[in-house]
């Protein structure tokens, strides 16, 4: 078991490199699963979900390495259909795998996947539009038997609600299917739209990048080609909240202001200053930073669900109150509890959480429930007096490649230890 240890207090300053994003290279991993020939996906972050996926296409009889962020995947070899129950159970994302299989052998089974520690996430959505494109699915003791005896078709499918997962199921489904698929209400989050731009690279035809209605044209066959995983806009903003926390000083490089116009809206809410230009961010801010009056949690481009804990902990020691709303999520507050052990002062309501701004946060023993709740505490940890021990890292590991390599770099006094 491993834990971080963080001195709180040093004011970040530097430069900091961006990850490839996790959330773009796990569905471009499945994705490669449909190519013939070898994709080289360049920028993939280290990252234990990133390894998970790994094994999946592994298990699947691919062939698949990783070397200094560079996955080389090869599908011809794959013979097996069958995604491993601890592979399921191991990462949300390994659902994305199912449109994938599907989309190259016609047939897949495979368990629920893990990793609903947000509250209930179902994957009805995906599967309804999957059904509509001609798979029949069969569920015997918790696990799903999908095949498509006549094969894939295009048809028209409405998403409910734009999800990211059943968005990209559907691609993955369509792109090697007969004919034309239209997904209407699709999710326009940027993942989505690196994953059609590695898609196309590739071969395939897809209308419609960026926007809520997609159009894909089944093609015969997809060709791997190289491609470079778009930075973690999640990651950035992480490192952002830490300049906020700390009053530091950041230079944030290889990322996308483009993709971070929610954060970058709260940034200036709280009074940070900040510059872009087409690759980097530079930020400055002072401590304490302002309160942000309402932070509501939306679909692509509105705030993202995955910066709201890393948010709320910057915003702990903020002058006036800050008000959150988590429209996501069911069940997304529980680093909460570990914030007020630190001092914060949040009362939760429902799905709104209300920020009391405090002078001071102090270190304590905490432990993350979360991937981004774990993040959050980091954030919190940094800014406040004294020694936080952050346990339970693992949740942190699935999506932050070496996060006390790139903040002791920055200036701050962290170390993981093992136990
Ligand atoms: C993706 O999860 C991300 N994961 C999540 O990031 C992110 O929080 C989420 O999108 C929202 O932006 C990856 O990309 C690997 P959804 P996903 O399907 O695809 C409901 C992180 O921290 N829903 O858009 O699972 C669902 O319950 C992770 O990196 C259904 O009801 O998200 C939820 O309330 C955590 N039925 C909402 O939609 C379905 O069939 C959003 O889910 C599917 C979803």
């Known amino acids: 078991m491993q834990k971080l240890i963080i001195q709180g207090g040093?004011?970040?300053e530097g430069e900091i490199i961006i990850q490839g994003a996790k959330n773009s290279a796990l569905p471009i991993l499945a994705a490669a699963l449909l190519c013939d020939g070898e994709s080289i996906l360049e920028n993939c972050p280290e990252l234990s979900d990133v390894y998970a996926a790994c094994r999946i296409l592994t298990s699947a009889g691919c062939q698949c390495q990783m070397k200094q962020h560079v996955v080389r995947v090869n599908a011809e070899s794959l013979t097996n259909s069958e995604i491993p129950e601890q592979l399921m159970q191991e990462m949300r994302s390994s659902i994305i795998f199912l449109g994938a299989m599907l989309g190259k052998t016609g047939v897949c089974t495979l368990g629920y996947p893990g990793g609903c520690e947000l509250g209930p996430r179902p994957i009805d959505l995906h599967l309804q539009a999957l059904e509509k494109m001609g798979v029949r699915i069969r569920e015997e003791n918790g696990i799903l038997h999908c095949s498509a005896p006549k094969g894939l078709h295009g048809t028209k499918i409405h998403l409910q609600f734009p999800s990211v997962g059943a968005t990209e199921n559907i691609l993955l489904a369509a792109v090697l299917a007969e004919g034309e698929t239209i997904i209407v209400n699709a999710a326009r989050e940027p993942e989505i739209t690196d994953l059609i731009h590695y898609l196309i690279s590739c071969g395939a035809k897809i209308t419609g990048i960026g926007c809520s209605t997609i159009r894909i044209q089944g093609v015969k066959?997809?060709?791997?080609?190289t491609y470079r995983i778009m930075p973690d806009r999640i990651v950035t903003a992480t490192w952002l909240a830490a300049a906020a926390m700390t009053g530091g000083t950041l230079?944030?490089?290889h990322t996308d202001a483009g993709s971070l116009e929610g954060i970058l809206d709260v940034l200036e809410q709280m009074h940070c200053s900040y510059y872009c230009?087409?690759?980097s961010i530079f930020i400055s801010a002072r401590?304490?930073?302002?309160?942000v009056r309402s932070l509501k949690t939306m679909p692509y481009p509105g705030f993202p669900t995955d910066a709201q804990a890393i948010f709320m902990a910057a915003l702990c020691r903020a002058e006036g109150t800050s008000v959150f709303?988590?429209?996501?999520?069911?069940?997304?507050?529980?680093?909460?509890d570990a914030l007020i052990r630190m001092g914060a002062d949040i009362q939760i309501a429902g799905r709104a959480a209300v920020v009391h701004g405090v002078k001071q946060l102090h270190g304590a023993p905490v432990s993350a429930t979360d991937l981004r709740g774990g993040a959050a505490l980091l954030v919190a940890a940094l800014g406040a007096q004294g020694e936080t021990v952050l346990t339970e890292i693992s949740h942190i590991d699935r999506g932050y490649d070496n996060p006390e390599k790139v903040l002791s770099a920055?200036?701050?006094?962290?170390?993981?230890?093992?136990s």
Do not use: M, W
Request: hydrophobic share 30%; net charge positive.
């Open 325 to 336: 709303e988590e429209t996501i999520f069911e069940n997304r507050y529980r680093h909460v």
């Open 287 to 291: 401590s304490p930073v302002h309160a």
């Open 10 to 12: 040093q004011r970040l």
């Open 410 to 418: 920055v200036g701050a006094d962290i170390r993981r230890v093992s």
């Open 251 to 253: 230079r944030l490089l």
């Open 221 to 225: 066959k997809l060709y791997g080609c």
């Open 277 to 279: 230009d087409d690759t």
